[in-house]
């Protein structure tokens, strides 16, 4: 007996001790923490960055143009039979003359500065821009990836709302099913009155069992967005709650949008990039000037014991200078389609400017409405509650039917949805308007310099 007694002892600190590293294992995932992995392992934000990095790396390439070239050559030859050259003699009879050595070798020190070159220093302007673009970009991303996570997230806490309603409008049903049974064992109700919330009661289960599959699927869904295996335990810490808009934001929405939008500010940058193209393209009308100098040691033997001694050394420096002054129009033609470049980047501005403004007008709408319905519908749960308290009381003195009891709870349900609803509404169309005027949270940062 003793033995038993220590067995099942061990059986329930082993079950205790399973159940804590099951909790312990169940990461607590919230808004803020969501949002911070998903910048550390989103696969669209990381691409991204890399694009800012390979931005900074032409840079750098463009800067190399303007930098002085050095290169160091060598080279050794032997020479199996040495060339014939013919002089003639006082008779005018070619006469061979063996020229060069059986060995040679020399060593070449040639370095070259870039004077002036008009498609060099319009592309290094241009790659500086280009960079700034890349990082607007990366900031765009940043930002659909923040509102992609909070749609997830409170899509997941939609769910898990919703499943806490069924749960609990499955407890109420059950609660009025046991008093139904009561009541029709002391003769008051019909057994049409208990088979009716019989129904009620499992007609619930499958809902229940719905919306534990769609609050499952919303968690998958957030993890793949964080960039969580789906296999990671995970529990949603937090509450939907409203969180009212300062007015200051939404009063200087309008302007915010053109000054603080990335992707409207990266159709500026690639404006400034396409005209650097056409200068760019331009510049091959004008010649190109170069400094060089060279230093050369150079030795030539019939034997291979060749020393320092047998090096000479010779140098030189000048100027080249390069014009083309005919391409066949090609420069012409070059020159025009950069212009066209220009053109249409103007044309997307403004055409992106247009779809912001528009944008902008049915995110504060929504936030609007939604503002509205959550303030209706506050009052509408409480009396919709009360009404269900009203009428079950009603239903136990037997001065209502269960119909009334059913439709009762009905309301109430309906009523605590659309509340959840608006509120769900509100939040995302308050990310997507941070997203249209380029705020970040202030935990995010750039992180990019």
Known sequence: ??????????????????????????????????????????????????????????????????????????????????????????????TPLRIGAAHSANALLQVRQLLFNGTVFAGVGAAGTYSDVARELFRSKQLETIVKVKKAFYGAMLAGEVRSMM??????????????????????????????????VENLRPLIIQSETNYTLALDGLKSIVGLSPSEKTRLEGAMQFEAVDDSVVAQASSLILENNPGYNALKGQIFVNEAFV??????????????????YQAAKNTFSISTNDFFASSQVGLSFSWSLFQGLQTNARVQQAQVEVLKSVEQRTNVRRNLQIGLTATLGTLDAARKRIQAQEKTVEQADRGYKIVTA??????????????????LTQARVNRVQAIYDYLIAAAELDQLIGRLPSYVGQEID
């Open 394 to 411: 009603r239903f136990l003195s037997n001065a209502a039917t269960q119909l009334e009891v059913n439709d009762a709870q009905l309301a």
């Open 1 to 94: 007996m003793k033995n038993l007694s220590i067995l099942l002892l061990l059986s329930f600190l082993v079950l205790e001790s399973s159940s804590g590293q099951d909790s312990i294992q169940a990461m607590p995932l919230t808004l803020e923490k969501a949002i911070q992995l998903a910048m550390r392992q989103n696969t669209d934000l990381q691409t991204s960055r890399l694009d800012v990095e390979k931005a900074d790396a032409r840079v750098l390439e463009a800067w190399g143009y303007t930098l002085p070239s050095v290169d160091v050559s060598g080279q050794y030859i032997r020479t199996l039979k040495t060339p014939v050259f013919y002089i003639s003699d006082s008779s005018g009879r070619p």
């Open 279 to 296: 200068l760019a393209e331009r510049s091959n009308y004008l010649p190109t000037i170069a400094a060089f100098g060279n230093y050369q």
């Open 167 to 200: 749960h609990s409008n499955l407890s109420n049903a059950e609660e009025n099913l046991k008093n139904v049974t009561l009541l029709r064992g002391q003769g008051i109700l019909s057994e049409y009155d208990e088979l009716r919330a019989t129904v009620g």
